[in-house]
């Protein structure tokens, strides 16, 4: 597959316009083509499928970027696109926009598990808080607007699994090259305890950082991104073009 595309250099004005970079980064990253590659990385669910059948088949309707929103009143739980609203607002907190939104599906043997997964387009490192905790806090939003739209009342049980995987294209040095995740995990028992695992593992955070040019990486998800959204490199990704 090949990715047609010089990078950002060819897209932004300037290559110090943070504002600019993240609008641009978010209409590459948005092809499904690059977000199956996405998934199939960072999402264990889509790592046994192959980046054609998760692009094709897995990734459902469209992909929301920041400037669209769906009005949830209008979605219902069989709907391709549950949840799939790039605003999130509470009186209390105020309006959330998120980069990209979309819903996935996974084949299974008798049914099919849906996730909603929100992808972040982070430039500043540093925003004066631990980015961990704004992954946190977007994770549980992403959980909490379900009530309403994916179930209703106290039907917990049909709460849908949740990614919120941020991309941060211009990490210091030291935080380059990295993937981390973050969830829930069940640390400690007494007694006799038998729970699922997927009655409490309802949301992932996952937080890459890339590399200056694609070249030096530990991955290929890392090698990819950091190719496709530098600012000085070419990208060529494979035989296909998006």
Known sequence: MEIEQTSLANSIDAAGDKAKL?????????HK????????????????????FIEHQCIMGDVHMDEISVDQDTLDADS????ADTEDYSHDEGLIRYDLVFDAKIPKTD?????????EIQ?????????????????????????????TKSDYGKIRKVYSIWICPDPTKKHRNSIAEYGIVQLKAIGKVDEPVENYDKMRGIIITLNDDGMDNR????????????????????????
């Open 123 to 151: 430039v500043d490192m540093n925003p004066g808080y631990p980015l961990s905790t704004r992954v946190v806090y977007y994770m549980s939003r992403l959980i909490s607007r379900q009530k309403g739209t994916v179930f």
């Open 33 to 52: 083509v690059i977000l199956a590659e996405i998934l199939k990385e960072c999402v264990e669910e889509f790592r046994n499928y192959d980046i054609p």
């Open 219 to 242: 991955t290929d998800i890392i090698r990819l991104l950091s190719t496709l959204l530098s600012t000085t490199e070419t990208v060529n990704h494979r035989d296909r073009k998006v």
């Open 111 to 119: 049914n099919i598990i849906r996730l909603i997964i929100n992808v």
């Open 22 to 30: 993240d609008e641009v980064a978010k209409k590459l990253v948005k």
């Open 80 to 83: 391709s696109i549950v949840g």
